[in-house]
Antibody, heavy 122, light 111 residues
């Protein structure tokens, strides 16, 4: 059974940093591109970042302006999202998602984690 | 970049058929695959249709997807509606720069 479990969320002050993790099981993690997607309260899904299987290619949403960095550790079956200079508008549930293929040019998601809440507030 | 526009909400009775549209603002709908995700209240999304019309294993055949180049839109059709189908549905595609675009979501009410 494919499982994706996010952790590391919580309350952080504006300007602060947070590192999210996503630990997976049930598939060969090192064979697939992985993605972060977020959803602000009552809003649509918003793509954040994708990383290919061997970390050679990364795509980020332009709106993040380099504040977020995605990475992965294939030995630990884990995906990460380092979030810096956090703003109130970054408040959202953050989901990790497994891409169906290891092709960054075909961002199609087949499994999602349960999500983790990040709240940016003073 | 382009946008995907969905109706804000649709409603239909149990046992009936409903279709949710997703219109691409620029570029051809046929250029890149369209996916559909179901999100029940308080839950994470699940994939119901990928690559325009492929149903993942475990998704009932009541769910089907299609694209229409004449209207530059994709559609999700759910037949034999059940109360458990009540959820938000999001379409998703991507552009030539591989940036991902989600539609605004459609709230399906089964009443």
């Amino acid at each position: 059974e494919v499982q994706l479990v996010e952790s590391g969320g919580g309350l952080v002050k504006p300007g602060g940093s947070l590192r999210l993790s996503c630990t997976v099981s049930g598939f060969t993690f090192s064979d697939y591109t992985m993605t972060w997607v977020r959803q602000a309260p009552g809003k649509r899904l918003e793509w954040v970042s994708s990383i290919s299987s061997v970390t050679t290619n990364i795509y980020n949403a332009d709106s993040l302006r380099g504040r977020f960095t995605v990475s992965r550790d294939n030995a630990k079956n884990s995906l990460y999202l380092q979030m810096n200079s956090l703003r109130a508008e970054d408040t959202a549930i953050y989901y990790c998602a497994k891409n169906k293929y290891d092709i960054l040019t075909e961002p199609i998601f087949d499994y999602w984690g349960q999500g983790i809440l990040v709240t940016v507030s003073s | 970049n382009f946008m995907l526009t969905q109706p804000h909400s649709v409603s239909e009775s149990p046992g009936k058929t409903v279709t949710i549209s997703c219109t691409r603002s620029s570029g051809s709908i046929a250029s890149n695959f369209v996916q559909w995700y179901q999100q029940r209240p308080g839950s994470s999304p699940t994939t119901v249709i990928s690559e325009n019309n492929e149903r993942p294993s475990g998704v009932p055949d009541r769910f089907s997807g299609s694209i229409d180049s004449s209207s530059n839109s994709a559609s999700l059709t759910i037949s034999g509606l059940k109360t458990e189908d009540e959820a938000d549905y999001y379409c998703q595609s991507y552009d030539v720069t591989n940036r991902v675009v989600f539609g605004g979501g459609t709230k399906l009410t089964v009443l």
